[in-house]
């Protein structure tokens, strides 16, 4: 596994020790699925960017005019705006 050397602000290590000491487990393993986890959230961003791009906004309207006009089911009626 490669090593990086990752310079930080004083006041992200802190809160990163203090999470890491919340969660029982090193700063590398904090950072790391930090990291992970963030890198999967731009991946999945980035696939939901290229489906919109291929998205036929025509069809998609098409098919909510052909939806029913009914009544929302009990609890998924829609707040008033305030």
Do not use: C, T, W, Y
Not at 69 to 79: E, H, I, K, L, T
């Amino acid at each position: 596994m490669p090593n990086f050397a990752l310079r930080l602000p004083d006041h992200v290590m802190v809160q990163a020790k203090s999470a890491a000491d919340e969660d029982n487990v090193s700063i590398n393993q904090l950072l790391v699925a930090f990291i992970a986890e963030g890198l999967g959230h731009r991946r999945g961003l980035r696939a939901l960017q290229e489906r919109s791009a291929r998205a036929d906004v025509g069809a998609a309207l098409a098919l909510l005019d052909r939806a029913p006009d009914v009544p929302a089911s009990p609890g998924d009626a829609m707040r008033p705006e305030r």
